[in-house]
Protein backbone atom coordinates (compact mmCIF):
# COMPACT_ATOMS: atom_id res chain seq x y z
CA UNK A 1 0.00 0.00 0.00
CA UNK A 2 0.98 3.45 -0.22
CA UNK A 3 0.38 6.40 1.48
CA UNK A 4 0.35 10.19 0.04
CA UNK A 5 0.66 13.20 2.17
CA UNK A 6 0.60 16.67 0.48
CA UNK A 7 1.35 20.28 1.18
CA UNK A 8 2.16 23.35 0.22
CA UNK A 9 -1.38 24.61 -0.36
CA UNK A 10 -2.15 28.32 0.58
CA UNK A 11 -3.82 31.45 -0.75
CA UNK A 12 -2.28 34.02 -3.31
CA UNK A 13 -2.87 36.84 -5.67
CA UNK A 14 -3.13 36.52 -9.67
CA UNK A 15 0.47 35.76 -10.94
CA UNK A 16 1.20 34.56 -7.86
CA UNK A 17 3.95 31.23 -7.12
CA UNK A 18 2.84 28.58 -4.68
CA UNK A 19 5.12 24.81 -4.85
CA UNK A 20 3.26 21.88 -3.65
CA UNK A 21 4.71 18.63 -2.41
CA UNK A 22 3.51 15.00 -2.01
CA UNK A 23 5.56 12.94 -0.26
CA UNK A 24 5.43 8.81 -0.77
CA UNK A 25 5.81 5.90 1.91
CA UNK A 26 7.45 4.68 -1.62
CA UNK A 27 8.68 6.03 -4.51
CA UNK A 28 9.98 3.28 -6.83
CA UNK A 29 12.79 3.42 -9.81
CA UNK A 30 10.71 1.19 -12.15
CA UNK A 31 8.54 2.17 -14.28
CA UNK A 32 5.03 3.25 -12.69
CA UNK A 33 3.44 7.34 -12.69
CA UNK A 34 2.94 9.88 -10.35
CA UNK A 35 0.36 12.62 -10.93
CA UNK A 36 -0.97 15.83 -9.73
CA UNK A 37 -5.17 15.81 -10.05
CA UNK A 38 -7.19 19.00 -8.57
CA UNK A 39 -11.11 20.02 -8.44
CA UNK A 40 -13.14 22.64 -7.67
CA UNK A 41 -16.51 23.13 -6.50
CA UNK A 42 -19.41 21.49 -8.31
CA UNK A 43 -16.72 20.15 -11.11
CA UNK A 44 -14.83 16.64 -11.67
CA UNK A 45 -11.40 15.81 -10.61
CA UNK A 46 -9.79 16.35 -13.86
CA UNK A 47 -5.55 15.61 -14.14
CA UNK A 48 -3.12 18.31 -13.95
CA UNK A 49 0.27 16.89 -14.50
CA UNK A 50 1.81 13.19 -14.93
CA UNK A 51 5.65 12.07 -14.62
CA UNK A 52 6.83 8.61 -15.40
CA UNK A 53 9.25 7.51 -12.24
CA UNK A 54 11.62 6.35 -14.52
CA UNK A 55 12.31 9.54 -16.39
CA UNK A 56 9.82 9.46 -19.22
CA UNK A 57 7.85 12.11 -20.69
CA UNK A 58 5.58 14.52 -18.52
CA UNK A 59 2.30 15.52 -19.75
CA UNK A 60 -0.06 18.63 -19.02
CA UNK A 61 -3.22 19.60 -19.53
CA UNK A 62 -3.64 22.41 -21.95
CA UNK A 63 -4.66 24.79 -19.24
CA UNK A 64 -1.58 24.85 -17.24
CA UNK A 65 1.09 24.35 -19.74
CA UNK A 66 3.91 26.68 -19.47
CA UNK A 67 3.01 27.72 -16.32
CA UNK A 68 3.30 24.79 -14.19
CA UNK A 69 6.12 22.24 -13.57
CA UNK A 70 5.96 18.54 -12.45
CA UNK A 71 9.41 17.37 -10.94
CA UNK A 72 10.49 14.47 -9.05
CA UNK A 73 12.79 13.30 -6.26
CA UNK A 74 13.25 9.67 -5.90
CA UNK A 75 15.95 9.68 -3.30
CA UNK A 76 13.33 11.69 -1.12
CA UNK A 77 10.14 10.05 -2.07
CA UNK A 78 8.51 12.90 -3.34
CA UNK A 79 6.64 14.84 -5.78
CA UNK A 80 6.71 18.09 -6.63
CA UNK A 81 4.37 21.21 -8.32
CA UNK A 82 5.73 24.02 -9.19
CA UNK A 83 2.95 26.68 -10.16
CA UNK A 84 3.88 30.04 -11.63
CA UNK A 85 1.34 32.34 -12.89
CA UNK A 86 -1.68 31.62 -11.07
CA UNK A 87 -4.68 32.28 -11.78
CA UNK A 88 -8.09 32.68 -10.10
CA UNK A 89 -9.22 29.32 -12.11
CA UNK A 90 -6.36 27.28 -10.40
CA UNK A 91 -8.49 27.39 -7.34
CA UNK A 92 -9.50 24.20 -6.05
CA UNK A 93 -8.08 21.26 -4.39
CA UNK A 94 -5.39 19.48 -4.94
CA UNK A 95 -4.01 15.70 -5.12
CA UNK A 96 -1.10 13.54 -5.59
CA UNK A 97 -1.92 10.41 -7.29
CA UNK A 98 -0.14 7.13 -8.45
CA UNK A 99 -0.61 4.63 -10.55
CA UNK A 100 1.44 1.63 -9.66
CA UNK A 101 0.99 -0.38 -13.06
CA UNK A 102 3.06 0.28 -15.99
CA UNK A 103 1.47 1.55 -19.13
CA UNK A 104 2.10 0.95 -22.67
CA UNK A 105 0.51 4.49 -22.87
CA UNK A 106 3.04 6.31 -20.88
CA UNK A 107 1.10 9.83 -18.87
CA UNK A 108 -0.43 10.85 -22.41
CA UNK A 109 -4.05 9.15 -21.13
CA UNK A 110 -4.49 11.09 -17.76
CA UNK A 111 -7.88 9.54 -15.98
CA UNK A 112 -8.39 9.20 -12.46
CA UNK A 113 -9.38 5.48 -12.68
CA UNK A 114 -5.91 4.26 -13.26
CA UNK A 115 -4.59 5.90 -9.85
CA UNK A 116 -4.76 3.31 -7.03
CA UNK A 117 -3.46 5.63 -4.07
CA UNK A 118 -4.69 9.53 -3.47
CA UNK A 119 -3.62 11.93 -0.93
CA UNK A 120 -5.83 13.79 1.48
CA UNK A 121 -5.60 16.92 -0.92
CA UNK A 122 -4.02 20.48 -0.44
CA UNK A 123 -6.18 23.60 -0.96
CA UNK A 124 -4.98 26.64 -3.27
CA UNK A 125 -6.48 29.58 -3.24
CA UNK A 126 -6.09 32.58 -6.00
CA UNK A 127 -7.97 35.68 -5.68
CA UNK A 128 -6.99 39.35 -5.50
Known amino acids: QVQLVESGGGSVRPGGSLRLSCAAS????????MAWFRQAPGKEREGVAC????????FYADSVKGRFTISQDNAKNTLYLQMDSLKPEDTAMYYC?????????????????????WGQGTQVTVSS
Open 97 to 117: AADPVVRSYGCRVLRTSRFYY
Open 51 to 58: IPTDGGSP
Open 26 to 33: TYSDSKHY
